[in-house]
């Protein structure tokens, strides 16, 4: 896969991570209400030419709609009820505490353009800084990889970093579910810094993945050379490290393994 470095971080990007994070942009401008070109230009950043191509893109595959010169997001309605009809279904389950955290999790996946509104949610304040942040000396990415999995559904994995040390600067779904947008979701204001809580879910009747892949891949930005790498982490209060395959219209939890998930430097 073609890759290109950004002119303003230096950091690589894989050129189809860059049209969803475009992709993601759009659909967001346009989910509560309809934008001419020249807003989403604005808002976007993109050229006029990446816009055109990202905006024919998703217009062919029904996800925007041209209406007077106006774009806007077509099937919000359509979202947010498959998010609440999966949600209602697990209700039979909902005596089991993971399942319980984690359904709180799909409905606000569900039910926000991004996951945005679930960081805000669980989010403890902090008070204003006043410190100038570090210098970033460099970028690594990890792959967060799943092993030997059967018909997995549903996951959050919860990864822990040291913040004085890294900063998380993008993290994107991996190939393994071929999930994207509004299906997978990640938040580092969960609780205090150092923490990452990345997750995505299949919706209604779709079969669960089975084998070896990655999940989600992380880049991140250093500020000193001798950095503790990042390390998934135990129960953090609400959030957890939950795998789930789907049982009619429950979610039935995967017993997870020393080696069936792993962090992966990536070169």
Not at 42 to 52: A, E, F, M, V
Not at 56 to 61: D, K
Not at 78 to 102: P, T, Y
Request: aromatic share 8%; charged share 20%; net charge neutral.
């Amino acid at each position: 896969m073609p890759e290109i470095t950004c002119p303003d971080c230096g950091l690589t990007i894989n050129l189809e991570n860059r049209r969803r994070t475009d992709f993601n942009l759009i659909k967001s401008a346009t989910e509560k209400r309809a934008r001419t070109f020249t807003e989403l230009l604005h808002i976007t950043k993109l050229s006029r030419k990446t816009l055109s191509l990202r905006l024919r893109a998703l217009r062919e595959n029904g996800t925007i709609v041209k209406n007077n010169g106006l774009y806007m997001l077509n099937g919000t309605s359509h979202i947010e009820s498959n998010g609440k009809d999966l949600v209602r279904g697990f209700s039979r389950a909902f005596r089991d505490r993971r399942i319980r955290n984690f359904a709180w999790v799909l409905m606000f996946l569900s039910l926000s353009a991004s996951g945005y509104a679930m960081a805000l949610f669980f989010a403890t304040p902090k008070p204003a800084q006043t410190h100038t942040e570090p210098t970033i000396i460099g970028y690594s990415t990890l792959a967060l990889e799943i092993n030997n999995i059967e018909d997995l559904y549903a996951w959050q994995v919860v990864i822990a970093f040291n913040a004085d040390e890294l900063k998380i600067l993008q993290v994107s779904p991996g190939d393994f579910m071929a999930i994207d947008y509004p299906l997978f979701v990640n938040a580092t204001d969960i609780g205090g810094d150092g923490l990452l809580m990345v997750g995505g879910t299949l919706l209604a009747d779709m079969a669960g993945i089975s084998g070896n892949g990655t999940l989600a891949t992380i880049v991140l930005g250093y500020y000193v050379a001798d950095y503790k790498p990042p390390e998934i982490a135990q129960e953090q209060g609400a959030f957890e490290n939950l795998l789930f395959r789907k049982n009619d219209a429950s979610l039935v939890p995967i017993p997870i393994g020393e080696q069936t998930l792993a962090l992966r430097p990536l070169a």
